[in-house]
């Protein structure tokens, strides 16, 4: 694991009256965002917010797979939402609802991607511009949803799983993906760091499994770490 500052520890349970960049908030009506919930990281990241107390907005394009995530953090401060990132207007009136139930977010993680392997010649320019619809687009239209309302308040974290820590040619529209990730917690450090929003990328490195060097809850842990660090602390990415 690389990562370009030291580790720290989980708040104990006893500490969640505050938040760690020194705000108090509410443990449930300050919650978490996950766009692109599914079985593997999604779930667990929603898990280990959940398990310290905070509510849980999750968005997937399958109501079957939000519903079974939902079912299974077995919270009632738990909102499932059906919506297809790459449809702007409903991916924003899905992060509305999240707010409308809970306030704006303390946490949101980008969880989505378009995962396939293919080459350069392989796609169309327009099979390219839906894989980025996905690994970019998706992600800054939440933050730009989301973001300015965290940055008046003067607090939150913006995260977003990466992965192809070096580009692969057998998987280009992935790495072009993730490439574009990296670039968009640039720019959202850059407008948005000084107001208190701290953005930084979870990349992945291998394939997901649990009980694997990549196991989802293992992983998961590293997005509360992110969340949990003080400015002065800030790492942008992890890559594990």
Request: glycine letters at 10%; hydrophobic letters at 45%; proline letters at 6%.
């Amino acid at each position: 694991m690389a990562t370009t500052g030291p580790p720290q520890q989980s708040p104990s349970t006893a500490a969640l009256d505050l938040d760690l960049k020194g705000k108090a908030y509410d443990p449930v009506m300050s919650g978490i965002v996950v766009v692109g919930v599914g079985p593997g990281i999604g779930l667990a990241v929603a898990r280990r917010f959940v398990r310290e107390g905070m509510s849980a907005g999750l968005i997937a394009r399958s109501e079957a797979t939000v519903k079974a995530a939902a079912e299974e953090l077995g919270s009632a401060e738990v909102l499932p939402i059906t919506a297809d990132v790459t449809d702007e207007a409903g991916l924003r009136t899905a992060l509305d609802q999240v707010v409308e139930a809970y306030g704006v977010p303390e946490v949101v993680v980008y969880n989505a991607a378009l995962i396939q392997p293919d080459r350069i010649g392989e796609l169309t320019a327009q099979q390219h511009l839906d894989a980025l619809s996905v690994n970019v687009v998706g992600a800054i239209t939440t933050a730009a949803q989301l973001v300015p309302a965290m940055a008046e308040r003067g607090s939150g974290s913006f995260l977003i799983t990466g992965g192809m820590p070096l580009p692969k040619p057998d998987y280009a529209s992935l790495s072009l993906g993730k490439a574009g990730v990296r670039a968009v917690v640039t720019l959202l450090h850059q407008q948005y760091g000084a107001a208190g929003v701290h953005a930084a990328s979870v990349t992945v490195s291998g394939g997901v499994s649990p009980g694997s060097g990549w196991d989802p809850d293992d992983i998961a842990n590293h997005y509360w770490r992110l969340h949990t660090q003080t400015p002065a602390e800030w790492i942008h990415e992890i890559v594990i």
